[in-house]
């Protein structure tokens, strides 16, 4: 599950886009004993026996290198969302309706005569406009221009809300620019991250091959973009330095900007990104910044050019023909995930359209797929579980009675956010033309911006979603202290409408919990009840709780997830914080219910014994070793099997389920488990 921290604003879990809630007894209501496999022990790897039977029934397909009980969700609900779409195509939709978007766009991504057709057409004048750049004053205009609809050149901007006042919106800058997803592929030396950047090189090289260029500039500007990418990265703060709020947060006049952070044309920049104006901003991480103006400031103008049109090239690779799409999969696909085929050019045709008109799809499906039945359950098990936590926040022994208390003033004004917006986004002034697939891409992202930009300076919107309603997943703010359970998630082998308490309470009962938790992890600890970044906290609490977090540290770093390669405690704490409260708070609600009470068997196994069944459900899947490998860089959440064989040795009530013993592997003893919500 998600905890959105600014300036990453949305970063999905496992999977980005996918969609709702199942028709009553589609599919099964019931725990499906076949994933099981019993011929293990669930006191060696729990992980295996809940989840053998489905690991063995479901090998990674090529276009994967991770699949898993998300991969299988997302697929189902893409069939859903094609069935939708295709059914626009067989009417007259008005021209400028989202139902004539949505179905324009898609189609335009299916058409693989025109894409290859056109080649590199659709970006050709972008690069020409690049290429015509003879100063540094322009290659500031193209960095702000680009960024607009490209991945961000140099550095990022965003807007949203004011970490030390959260009703309101202001600029931020945070560190960007580079293209393979975290420093450490172009600092470490090892031979698989050796290997990783010889890959890229040889991606660079292909791209701007398709793009135009003769072999020789095309190596030339490979050395060039990998040389400035890797300037970048050296700046960059650490994966493990993002995590701690306190240390991102520089909010500085515009005015001291050339003291404080390094002299550039700011005011120009500012203006470029439709910023002008503004009087101070958050600058996330001041020398990664610093950094890229200097590179800014010493690199010859070509070099930057090379560097600009990499941006391009690399954001549009995807939706132009095949040498493109095939070149960006050899490198993105294959070298860093290890994924053997690429997917189908519907599917990402529907990943393209829900990130252009995530709402407007969303608002087709949900009328067809999410019964405001299932609402009405949700609301009913968020409140449990607020009660639940409540409850143990009160029982802590090692917490003070002064933090408990702004503890449950914090959790008691939870924003709770459930299937879909109130309010749908109007998508009246994006245009979808004929002209190219790339083009209309580049549309969505500008309408993107001048949405995000019209929030500059204003009160922050409480109502607003960062997730469309359509993804499986779920999210918490810190800045609004909400959470969010869109409708893709509401349904097995998370959300059961008609299936029993165990399964529910062990399934989206822990993704509720897991979401509460983040509210109060070693990140969301750190905000008031207002999404304020503040101190709540008595100074000998605060002190507790990191000694109480440093156990699930040592935990993890002890885990070897391949070869010689360990976790990373530190980077995944708050994502193995959440699993660990939201195992403890669910399992605490789920024991008030009739069906714990009454303690009797169904399908062979007890109601206790279900709840950690289903849990372990939510995480069966295979993983590629290059995508163990990548995941480990770039994802703050532990890996599947983890989230199981790591989550479950410290929950007593898993213990007692399954009768494990301390001469079983997985047995920790209770003085080295984790206890802190």
């Known amino acids: 599950m ?146 607009r609809y490209a991945s961000n050149p140099f550095f990022g901007f965003y807007v949203g809300p004011d970490d030390m006042n959260s009703s309101m919106n202001i600029a931020h800058l945070y560190q960007s620019g580079i293209g393979m997803g975290d420093r450490d592929y172009y600092l470490l030396q090892d031979e698989h991250t050796r290997m990783i950047r010889g890959e890229y090189e040889k991606l660079i090289k292909t791209q701007f091959r398709n793009a135009g260029y003769d072999e020789a500039d095309a190596e030339k500007a490979a050395v060039n973009v990998l040389n400035i990418e890797t300037k970048l990265a050296g700046a960059h703060f650490t994966k493990e330095m993002r995590r701690q709020p306190e240390l991102n947060y520089h909010k500085l006049a515009v005015a001291d900007l050339n003291r404080a952070v390094a002299p550039f044309e700011w005011a120009y920049y500012l203006e470029e990104m439709s910023a002008a104006g503004i009087d101070s901003l958050n600058v996330a991480q001041i020398e990664p910044v610093k950094t890229a103006i200097a590179i800014i400031d010493k690199e010859p103008v070509e070099v930057l050019r090379d560097y600009l049109s990499w941006k391009v090239i690399n954001s549009a690779a995807g939706y132009l023909s095949d040498d493109f799409v095939n070149a960006n999969f050899e490198f993105y696909g294959k070298a860093l995930s290890g994924s053997k085929e690429l997917r189908p050019r519907w599917r990402r045709s529907i990943d393209a359209v829900n990130g252009a008109m995530g709402e407007a799809v969303g608002q087709l499906y949900v009328q067809k797929y999410f019964p405001p039945e299932a609402k009405e359950r949700m609301l009913g098990l968020v409140n449990n579980l607020k009660t639940a936590l409540g409850e143990r926040i009160t029982n802590l022994e090692w917490m003070s009675n002064a933090t408990k208390a702004k503890a449950q003033e914090k959790l008691s004004t939870f924003i709770v956010k459930i299937g879909y917006p109130d309010k749908w986004k109007d998508y009246s002034s994006l245009q979808i033309k004929d002209d190219s697939y790339w083009q209309n891409i580049v549309r969505a992202s500008e309408f993107a911006y001048a949405e995000m930009i019209d929030e500059l300076g204003k009160p922050v919107d409480k109502a607003k979603w960062y997730m469309s309603p359509q993804t499986v997943n779920a999210y918490y703010n810190p800045s609004s202290n909400e959470i969010c359970f869109p409708a893709g998630i509401l349904q097995p082998p998370f959300f059961y409408m008609d299936g029993d308490d165990a399964i529910n309470y062990g399934g989206i009962g822990v993704v509720i919990g897991h979401e509460m938790t983040h509210g109060f992890d070693d990140q969301g600890r750190k905000f008031d009840k207002e999404g304020n970044l503040a101190e709540w906290w008595t100074t000998e609490d605060a002190k507790r709780f990191e000694e109480r977090a440093k156990v699930l540290v ?46 009797e068997f169904l399908d062979g196994f007890t109601p206790a014994q279900r709840f950690f069944l289903s849990y372990a459900a939510l995480w069966a899947g295979n993983v590629r070793d290059a995508e163990i490998l990548r995941l480990t860089k770039v994802d703050p959440h532990s890996l599947g099997r983890w989230r199981v064989d790591g989550a479950l040795p410290h929950i007593g009530a898993w213990y007692e389920a399954f009768n494990i013993q301390p001469s079983d592997p997985m047995f920790l003893p209770e003085e080295e488990r984790a206890s802190i919500w």
């Open 2 to 147: 998600k905890r959105i921290v600014y300036p990453i604003i949305v970063l999905a879990v496992m999977i980005t886009t996918s969609c709702t809630q199942q028709k009553t007894g589609q599919p099964q209501e019931r725990l499906d004993l076949s994933n099981l496999d019993t011929t293990a022990s669930p006191g060696i790897s729990f992980y295996q026996y809940a989840t053998g039977g489905w690991q063995k029934a479901n090998p990674i397909p090529d276009e994967y290198a991770r699949y898993g009980s998300f991969d299988q969700l997302r697929e189902n609900n893409q069939v859903q969302i094609q069935s939708l779409i295709e059914e626009l195509g067989k009417q007259e939709n008005p021209v400028g309706s989202n139902a004539q978007k949505v179905g324009d766009l898609y189609k335009m991504g299916l058409d693989s005569v025109k894409l290859n057709a056109d080649g590199a057409e659709p970006i050709r004048a972008q690069l020409e406009e690049i290429a015509t750049v003879s100063d540094k004053k322009d290659i500031i205009r193209l960095t702000a221009k680009v960024s």
């Open 554 to 599: 040592d935990y993890f770093d002890n885990i070897v997830v391949l070869d010689t390669v360990h976790a990373n405690g530190s980077f995944t704490l708050g994502e193995n914080i959440a699993d660990h409260g939201g195992l403890q708070v669910s399992y605490h609600a789920f024991l008030k219910t009739q069906q714990a009470k009454a303690g």
